[in-house]
């Protein structure tokens, strides 16, 4: 399944990795633009524990992207928000 999370802080960041590492292909969207680019360098922008070795495994998997456009992160995707409605 194509998942878009919208948010990258400790509840987006943490979701989107976890539904990332059951299979799914995640794209989190964001507005901020340097914590964008360092989650698509591969630096984790928070701490969690257990998270960054999910991270890093899905980064690789390429199951688990970022992007600052919400267009293009919701083309193709279901849709998460941090309160937890699935809509499409």
Known sequence: MKITVVGTGYVGLVTGTCLAETGNTVTCVDIDEKKVAKL???QITIFEPGLEK???RNIKEERLTFTTDL???IKE???FDN???MAK
């Open 40 to 42: 698509k360098s591969g």
């Open 54 to 56: 999910l991270f890093d």
């Open 71 to 73: 267009a293009e992160g």
């Open 77 to 79: 995707a279901g849709f």
């Open 83 to 85: 309160e937890w409605r």
